[in-house]
Every structure is written in C-alpha cells, then in structure tokens.
C-alpha cells in the first residue's frame, strides 16, 4: 500500500524531497515552484538551490518561503552548475525519496502522484518522466523538442538513460555518487543514469508522466547545446570505459544516415537545419575523443 498524506504524523519527516537547481530565471521559478507546490499525494517538501543568481530570485523564494513555510527550503552555491547545485539540495533534502526537476517546467495537477504511483506499477528501483512543449514554440525550441523527444523515445521502457528527470531513493542517490562535481555544459545526466545503472540501481521511463518545459527559441542556444552534447556527452562516456573508436564509428554512422532518419524525426520545416546540426555534433564528438581532449570527471 503506498503512503499518502495521511500516513505521516504532523511534523514528521517528508516522504518525498523534490530538488530543484535555478540561476537567474525568477519568473520561470515563481511559476515552477509554485506548481510544485500545488500537488498533491505523498508528503514532500521542495528543496531549491540557487546556484548564484544576480536577478530576483532570492526575493522570490523568500515570497513564497513565507507563504509555504517548511514545505520550501532554500540554499544557495555560488555558481557551480545544476549537477553540484542538485548535490547540494539531496545533501540537506529529508526525503527518503528524492525527484528531480528543472527550474524551466511546471508541472501540471497530478504529476507528483502519478510519478509515485509509477514507481510501484514499474517495479523499478527509479522512475523516469517526460518533457512536453507548450505548443507555441518559434523554429529553434521547436528544434529542440523535437531533438529530445528523438534522444528519449515516445515508449516506456527500462534500462532507462537519459535526461535525469527522476524519482529515486535517496540512499541510490548516495551509492551512485550523485551528479558529476565537474561544471558540464551538457550530458551531466547521462553521467549521473550511468553511475546509477553502475550502482545497480534500475529505471523505467514512463513517456505518459511529463511536465511543461520551455525550450530555448533562438538557434545560437540551440547551437550551443548540440555543441555541448557532443563534447561532453563524448567525455561522460569515455569516463564510463567506452571506446575512442566506437564512439567516433557511431557518430560517424549517425551522421552518414541523418538524411534518412532526419525525415521522420524532424517535421520538413525544420530538416535543413536538423542536418546541420548533426554535422555540428559530429564534430564535437569527435575532438571530444581526441586523446588530448580526456579528462576525468570528477
């Protein structure tokens, strides 16, 4: 029988911690935790790292602070990333379970207790969810959608890797060693799944579990991601004992069929560009592969 709100004596210790790392996105954060803290279910509280914001958050988070007393808790880290920022939050979290959420979703009624009641359906040690656009994105988040929808898949499945928008004990959090302490521009999740699955700690995706994300709508970000996932991506999986040459042989045969895939993964608008960026992540898999680029993530 799962736990609800009930189960949990006035002034004991949440059930659920659900982290969240911001930096400089205090409107999107106010909207975020704010449908953070309308769900229901399971007893939680919302654990959020501003991670050196120069904007309004602080104020923010005081605001709603005062509003929601304890279920909210804030720290701050001085501008070292989402990976150590996430660190940070389950290291003070008091959860027995820990999820992890960005400070550009919101999270619509229903979510947390659906995401709850995976974790039991799945039989699964950590449940995966899903983003979903807003529906009025320009060309680029467009782009970006649907890049992530191609990178995740649309079936639930396990041996889930990918994105670490995640449900998981906070005890696997420790045994997997958390997120990289290593500042990376992308593939930080990838890391933190593959010291998961490392740990032995399996993961069902549920594609149906999602919140409302905001993709970035200008292609010098989108650029820069697709760049990022390239290099670092290479990097995380060199740490992980994959091969120079396998890495580079697979992102070579990607990009020699991304005429063929890219038809069905992008819509014809966007398939100019979806090529260009394959050649552009090409690139930077392989320099990331090039033997003076390794370095630890540690």
């Known amino acids: 029988m799962q736990p609800q709100e009930t189960d949990r004596a006035p002034g004991a210790a949440p059930l659920l911690s659900v982290v969240v790392a911001t930096c ?33 958050t602080p104020e923010v988070l005081a605001d709603l602070a005062r509003a929601h007393g304890d279920r909210l808790r804030a720290l701050r880290t001085e501008n070292s990333g989402p990976g150590p920022a996430r660190n940070a939050a389950v290291a003070v979290a008091r959860g027995e379970w820990v999820v992890v959420a960005d400070d550009d979703t919101e999270a619509p009624p229903g979510w947390l207790a659906a995401l709850w009641a995976a974790r039991e359906r799945t039989g699964a ?34 041996g889930y890797i990918g994105p670490a928008f995640l449900l998981l004990r906070r005890a696997d959090w420790g045994r997997a060693g958390g997120f990289p ?77 991304a005429p063929g895939w890219c038809l069905w993964a992008y819509p014809p608008d966007l398939y100019p560009a979806a090529l260009r960026m394959e050649a552009l992540f090409f690139a930077e898999r392989v320099r990331a592969c090039s033997p003076r680029s390794i370095s630890g993530l540690k």
């Open 125 to 158: 040690d950590a449940v995966a969810y899903a983003l979903a656009p807003w529906g009025n994105e320009g060309p680029a988040a467009r782009y970006l959608w649907f890049r992530h929808r191609f990178t995740v898949g649309e079936r639930p499945r396990h």
């Open 24 to 56: 400089g996105r205090a409107e999107m954060l106010r909207a975020c935790l704010e449908s953070l803290l309308a769900q229901e279910g399971p007893v939680f509280e919302v654990v959020c790292v501003d991670d050196g914001s120069r904007d309004a």
């Open 181 to 257: 302490e290593t500042r990376l521009g992308a593939a930080e999740d990838y890391a933190f799944c593959l010291a998961l699955r490392r740990a032995g700690v399996s993961i069902a995706f549920e594609p149906s579990i999602t919140v409302r994300h905001h993709f970035e709508d200008d292609w010098d970000t989108a650029r820069r991601k697709v760049r990022a996932a390239g290099r670092d991506g290479g990097a995380v999986y060199l740490e992980a004992g994959r091969g120079r040459a396998g890495l580079i042989l697979h992102a070579a045969a990607k990009l020699l069929t």
